[in-house]
């Protein structure tokens, strides 16, 4: 097996074979630390990397599997680490000039878990400032860029992690997701990114408490981020809104024929581009021909629709980052500056509007999840915008159309106002350009076995994502379609 076969393989594949010992951890992540010295030049996924150390680890772990005792369902496995979420004693920047110099003393939750369970974090990864972008660059760390094709964004704000997996320089990697940043990078990259409901995944405070926010997998495949997400779930005694019992999805699942899927190609109100509407309907003909019943739906959603999340975002999040940018203004990304000079002017009615409207928006979604198993759409209304794309100085149009260029072209959010529905992206296709699309699929809330029964049986018709030659990225060069 070559290198580059080597670290595409599925990590449940991998941790099979560790168990076998027909593949030595050591091995592995040598394979993954040498595709990410040839690869970083061009994609900059990463932050901070530890290869040394990671290496010791996996030595550490292959004397563990054999004497038959690993540690955990992750053991020997490189997983990539969001440069956001905390690893006491180890420096975490969220992308900013303003948290170079900060190392936390405490681990995140879900980092925690990642550890206890075995694995290796080789890497931490690239995030726009604050996780505040659909896009990932920085004034400290620079442009990260799509392998499929450099010219692109991976997305954003879990950029780098996407970025890597479709690299190949990471096994899975965490995201999180206060309006699409887990699943705008996995559509952009080709990958498997979940947002669970709220309450299901441990998060730190105070944003355990921001029903917007999700910490959540991204890997290359749907067993991946079954594998991934049974560890990171569950109740933890840091967070109050955990919820319980932990929830065990499992991998296998019954056929889906006879499942009903409602459709909505734009939400009511999002310009979609012709190539992403192509790719939905060859992937709605894909459920079509497992034996499920696809109708396409209105939901009653308007442009206001939008606006909730966009309120929302303003007033919360947008209030904790001007508090701590305070004084600091001149050191901030001008995205961020954009995002907090727009926080500024928001209220409490604001943000009790933007309540009101969840409501809303969920009184037609909810009789609809009645009647149908999930709901299908896009994740993005673009494959992706430019790596280097400033919102600040340059209009962004679809079908020639204006569209807002912050949160216009992603079709996420309104997922995170109605936060308890789990929210499954998986691909759909690829552009003109190289860069992939992917769909959306929106469960019942709470409901998370549903979209990954989906999931499987479609990834299982379409076969590996990323199997050999064209199905993966042409080593930082622009893909065929």
Not at 63 to 74: C, E, H
Request: with cysteine.
């Amino acid at each position: 097996m070559s290198d580059t076969d080597l670290v595409y393989l599925p990590a449940t594949e991998a941790l099979a074979r560790f168990r076998a010992r027909t593949l030595s951890p050591v091995e592995l992540m040598q394979a993954v630390i040498d595709r990410a010295q040839s690869q970083e030049p061009t994609i900059n996924a990463f932050t901070f990397t530890h290869y040394e150390r990671s290496l010791d680890q996996a030595r550490a772990a292959e004397a563990r599997y054999a004497a038959g005792r690993p540690v955990g369902p992750l053991d020997g496995l490189p997983v990539a680490i969001k440069d956001e979420s905390y690893i006491a004693g180890e420096p975490t920047s969220s992308g900013s000039l303003l948290m170079r110099d900060f190392v936390p003393e405490v681990t995140s939750p879900v980092n925690q878990r990642v550890l206890d369970a075995g694995g290796i974090v080789h890497a931490r990864t690239a995030t726009p400032e604050f996780s505040c972008a659909a896009f990932t660059w920085s004034r400290l760390w620079g442009v990260t860029r799509n392998p499929w094709n450099p010219d692109y964004t991976p997305g954003g704000s879990s950029g780098g992690s996407a970025a890597s997996l479709a690299a190949g320089t990471s096994m899975l990697a965490t995201g999180s997701d206060i309006g699409g940043s887990i699943r705008i990078p996995a559509s952009a990259c080709g990958l498997v990114g979940y947002k669970p409901p709220y309450g299901r995944n441990p998060e730190d405070a105070p944003f355990n408490l921001d029903f917007y926010c999700h910490a959540g997998p991204l890997a290359r495949t749907v067993a991946d981020t079954i594998l991934f997400q049974n560890v990171m779930c569950g109740p933890h005694p840091q967070d109050i809104a955990t919820l319980r019992p932990k929830l065990e999805l499992p991998f296998d699942y019954a056929p889906i024929a006879g499942m009903k899927l409602a459709y909505s190609p734009d939400l009511g109100f999002y310009e979609v581009d012709a190539e992403v509407r192509a790719n939905t309907e060859k992937a709605l003909d894909v459920f079509r021909g497992l034996g499920v019943t696809v109708d396409q739906v209105d939901l009653g959603w308007e442009p206001a629709a939008f606006q909730v999340g966009v309120d929302y975002l303003a007033h919360l999040f947008g209030g904790y980052l001007a508090a701590e940018a305070e004084g600091r203004f001149e050191d901030l990304a001008p995205y961020t500056r954009r995002f907090l000079k727009s926080a500024g002017t928001s209220t409490s009615i604001d943000f009790v509007r933007s309540l009101s409207g969840a409501g809303e928006m969920y009184a037609t979604l909810g009789p609809i999840l009645e009647t149908y198993d999930a709901l299908i759409c896009p994740t993005t209304a673009l494959p992706a915008v430019a790596a280097d794309f400033d919102e600040t100085r340059t209009d962004l149009t679809i079908n020639g159309k204006t569209v807002n260029p912050m949160l216009g072209w992603v079709m996420t959010s309104p997922f995170n106002t109605l936060s308890r529905c789990p929210v499954l992206s998986v691909p759909s296709g690829r552009s003109s350009a190289g860069v992939p699309t992917g769909i959306q699929i929106v469960g019942r809330t709470y409901c998370d076995e549903d979209v990954f029964r989906l999931a499987t049986a479609y990834e299982a018709a379409n076969g590996p994502w990323y199997g050999a030659g064209a199905a993966r990225p042409a080593n930082g060069a622009a893909a065929p379609a």
